[in-house]
Every structure is written in C-alpha cells, then in structure tokens.
C-alpha cells in the first residue's frame, strides 16, 4: 500500500529536496508552503517524474490560524511521515532586527511544529510512523547575530530528542536532521547574503540535504548532522567554554564587506 508523507516548507531548498526523495521512493505527498503557484508547479513536475499523487495546501505557518488551516486540511488523510522543514532566520544584531519579524520567526521554527505535531500524533501512532524535524547544527551553539534563529533551532533538536523518547514504545520514530549552511533560499531571506557563514566553497545544494535527510527519516535515526564537516564543527564547540563559543561563532557569522 502506497504512504502519505505530509511536508512543510517544501516548495524550495531542502523541502522541496525531500519531496523529491520521497516521490522516488514511490510516497505520496502532501505539500506545504506559502505560495500555491509555486507549490503547483512542483507538484506537477513531481506527477509527471514518478507518477506519484501530489495535493498541495497553501498555508502561511508562522500564524497560528495557518496552522490550523494545514492541520483541518489533513485531518481525514492517513498521513505515515511528517517532515517538519519550513522555517527560516533573522540575521543581524538583536536590538537592530525587526521585533515583529523576530517573533514570526520563532513561530514559524517552534509553534508550528508543536502544534502540528500534536495534531497529527494520534494518527503517526496508529500507523507506526515517522517524523523528520529539520533543525540546524545552529541548534548545538549560541549565535550572534543569528540569537534567536539558534534559540529557536536549540528548541526544536531538545524537544524532538524529548517526544523520541517518550514515542519509542509507541512505535514512532523521530529523526532530528541537523545540517549546516546549505544553499537555499534561506540566505536571502534572513537577509544574510553578506554574513561569512555563506562564503567560500563545500556549501551543499538542498536537493543534497533534502535526500540525506530523508535517507536518515527511512533508517529511523535520532539525531543527525549532516556532512563530516559540520560533525567536526558540533563536536569542536562541545570542547570550547560557553562564553568562547559564541566568540567563535560571532567571528564567523559577522557581515563580511
């Protein structure tokens, strides 16, 4: 029998990698993000490539009624894997961002995979399914110039670490994907194009991310960062004091002229 995986943020960058390994390996899909034109045209090429049934749902996630208007839509479908990817970041020294941007953001990356998750429980636990939460090797460090978009991103691996534990014997698993700078839309849209986090060379696509990630989400794993890299970068910060780290990573992160 054909499954159902439902996708957030999947019209572009790592989402729309996922979607891509899903319907190869023959998923259904369900497909989330903020322009419908966008996710239609997806969801087209996905039908045409590999034959797979596509429905899309517009829906802007960082307000609560958005939320709600994914979790109605899906309510009568048997979904077997929820991929947790939209989210984005505000760069930029704190007392300088937007406050109201700041809290769209924390939203996006914390309420609503809460409350979509919470919803959706019920079902992944009659069907034995799966969740895949993308968050961040920012989520191991402090990150200035990136404070809350790291808060929001250490919330999301400790929570999933947290729901893994208690859903174990309950036969849903929880993959928490960590990956490092990747070339999306992400850059862009955090307004970050300058900072040195995106600079020189090894940068993977989403199209890479998106496949490891959903490799990780099949084999069941629980916490995983993607690419040798990053692990060394995760496993360096774990050996610096606190007050060091966020030295360390302001000296990357700072807006390079």
Not at 213 to 236: D, I, M, S, T, Y
Request: proline share 4%; charged share 20%; aromatic share 8%.
């Amino acid at each position: 029998m054909t499954q159902l995986a439902l996708i957030t943020g999947a019209s572009v960058g790592i989402g729309r990698g996922i979607a891509f390994a899903a319907a190869r390996n023959g998923f259904d899909l369900i497909l989330n993000a903020r322009s419908e034109d966008a996710l239609e045209k997806l969801a087209e090429e996905l039908r045409t490539t590999y034959g797979v049934r596509v429905d899309c749902i517009a829906a802007n996630l960082s307000t609560s009624v958005g939320c709600r208007v994914l979790i109605d839509a899906v309510a009568s479908r048997d979904i077997d894997v929820f991929v947790n990817n939209a989210g984005r970041g505000v760069y930029g020294p704190f007392v300088e961002t937007d406050i109201d941007d700041v809290l769209n953001m924390m939203r996006l990356n914390m309420d609503a995979p809460t409350m979509i998750t919470h919803a959706l429980m019920p079902g992944l636990v009659a069907r034995n399914g799966r969740i895949l939460n993308i968050a961040s090797i920012a989520g191991f460090m402090p990150g200035p110039y990136f404070a809350n978009y790291h808060a929001t991103k250490a919330y999301l691996r400790i929570w999933s670490e947290g729901i893994a534990e208690e859903l174990q014997r309950k036969g849903v698993s929880v993959t928490t994907y960590c990956p490092g700078p990747t070339h999306t839309n992400f850059e862009a849209a955090a307004d970050a194009s300058g900072s040195g986090i995106f600079k020189g060379g090894g940068v993977p696509s989403g199209e890479e991310v998106g496949a490891d990630a959903w490799r990780a989400c099949l084999a069941e794993r629980g916490v995983v960062v993607h690419g040798l890299k990053n692990k060394l970068n995760v496993f360096a910060m774990r050996l610096l004091p606190r007050t060091w780290q966020a030295k360390a990573v302001k000296a990357v992160t700072r807006r390079r002229k």
